[in-house]
């Protein structure tokens, strides 16, 4: 029987983060459920990311995954914290479930020289205020600013891909530049929605060169795999056949057309139900 390592998101985004898990941790098994059915999740309520995140949890509870990981940035920020602290220790005391936006903070805080952080993200995710927030308890005060910017478009764009298009370039550098006048001190910047990966290239003509940027997938995937060296009880428990299974709430079709994109390679997707 198969024990992957489930990762869970919103629709396409969270799979630039599985491609670094897979480079990082090849001999793991992994499932990776789309809820692409309901997504965005950016737009939606707390309540409502909470209730269709706990029924992805539960549902890769069935798949047998003992670990899952939120490679959403809004469901990190909107659910991760009382799926933690509520259902876990009623629903499966044993399992755990971790999100993107810990690691992202902890790195970040490593990466500033001067404390000055930017964040870009879905409107959700900095309307959630989670990188602010944890950034101040986690960077042990090395962050001494946080600007914060909403990139409505960025995910449509990638989407549709539409990447190499005017209107891509327009909304990057316009976004880019917003976040620059918040804080013109900026010497690291967080990518905060796994979709952003995709636009590094536009995304890098507009930022100045002394300024780093955080790659989630990357970050992610290296202290997962610090996480499970500590936890050897948790990872032993992960089958290790290199296997990689895709699911989707929404046409498995489409889902394979969309996900090729950001896995760089074809796929076959499974249709579910949650």
């Not at 630039?16 to 793991?28: A, G, I, R, W």
């Not at 939606?44 to 990311?49: D, E, L, T, W």
């Not at 550098?173 to 979709?195: A, M, P, S, Y």
């Not at 995709?198 to 100045?208: E, F, M, Q, V």
């Amino acid at each position: 029987m198969n024990t992957p390592i489930g990762v869970f998101d919103s629709g396409y985004g969270g799979l630039t983060v599985l491609k670094e898990m897979v480079k990082v941790m090849p001999d793991y098994d992994f499932l990776y459920l789309g809820d692409n059915a309901r997504t965005p999740y950016g737009t939606r309520s707390f309540n409502v990311v909470y209730e269709y995140s706990l029924q992805a949890v539960k549902y890769l509870f069935k798949q047998h995954c003992p670990l899952i990981i939120f490679a959403c940035n809004t469901a990190s920020a909107k659910a991760l914290r009382n799926i933690q602290q509520l259902d876990l220790p009623t629903i499966a005391p044993d399992r755990r479930v971790l999100g993107v936006i810990r690691p992202s903070v902890e790195k970040a805080a490593e990466m500033t020289e001067n404390g000055h952080v930017g964040v870009l993200g879905t409107v959700g995710t900095i309307i959630s205020e989670s990188y602010p927030i944890e950034l101040k308890k986690w960077s042990d005060q090395r962050v001494i600013s946080t600007v914060q910017e909403a990139c409505p478009m960025w995910v449509p764009i990638v989407e549709n891909n539409e990447i190499d298009s005017e209107g891509a370039e327009f909304f990057i550098k316009r976004n880019i530049e917003n976040i620059f006048q918040k804080d013109k001190d900026l010497d690291t910047l967080i990518l905060g929605c796994t979709h952003y990966p995709l636009l590094l290239k536009i995304i890098n003509k507009y930022i100045p060169e002394h300024v780093e940027i955080l790659d989630q997938g990357q970050i992610v995937s290296e202290k997962l795999s610090e996480y499970l060296q500590k936890h050897s009880e948790l990872e032993k428990r992960i089958s290790r056949n290199a296997n990689i299974e895709f699911q989707t709430t929404e046409s498995a079709e489409t889902f394979e057309e969309k996900a090729a994109l950001f896995m760089g390679q074809q796929l076959k997707a499974e249709t579910i139900h949650l």
